[in-house]
């Protein structure tokens, strides 16, 4: 059984910095994909930064050269570092995976892809205050 389990959130003024870890397990796919995910209250989930299991990366535009997605996989763990944190930044962060590119989730953003990714964690809040 696939399990994901979401670490590294917290409280952090604007400007600071984040980074998220995913420790994965239970998976058996040799192809698969993972990605970040965050919702704000009142909002639908939004695709943030996925990769591919060959490295490559996507990402959304608003978080463009200050986050950075990058996957460990002798420690089966995911991260997002999280630079130059804004206000709009706040939400709760998911960690998926699928053995689809979830790549496709980030560029599209298209709700009925979100909504049908296979495998989440439990999320971790992340907030950025003014």
């Known amino acids: 059984q696939v399990q994901l389990v979401e670490s590294g959130g917290g409280s952090v003024q604007a400007g600071g910095s984040l980074r998220l870890s995913c420790a994965a397990s239970?998976?058996?796919?040799?192809?698969?994909?993972l990605g970040w995910f965050r919702q704000a209250p009142g909002q639908e989930r939004e695709g943030v930064a996925a990769?591919?299991?060959?490295?490559?990366?996507s990402y959304v535009d608003s978080v463009k050269g200050r986050f950075t997605i990058s996957w460990d996989n002798a420690n089966n763990t995911l991260y997002l570092q999280m630079n130059s944190l804004k206000p709009e930044d706040t939400a709760m962060y998911y960690c998926?995976?699928?053995?689809?590119?979830?790549?496709?989730?980030?560029?599209?953003?298209?709700?009925?892809?979100?909504?049908?990714?296979?495998?989440w964690g439990q999320g971790t809040q992340v907030t950025v205050s003014s």
């Open positions: 239970g998976y058996t796919y040799s192809t698969y994909s």
């Open positions: 990769i591919d299991s060959d490295g490559t990366t």
């Open positions: 998926a995976l699928d053995r689809q590119s979830l790549r496709w989730g980030v560029e599209s953003q298209s709700r009925p892809f979100i909504a049908g990714i296979n495998y």
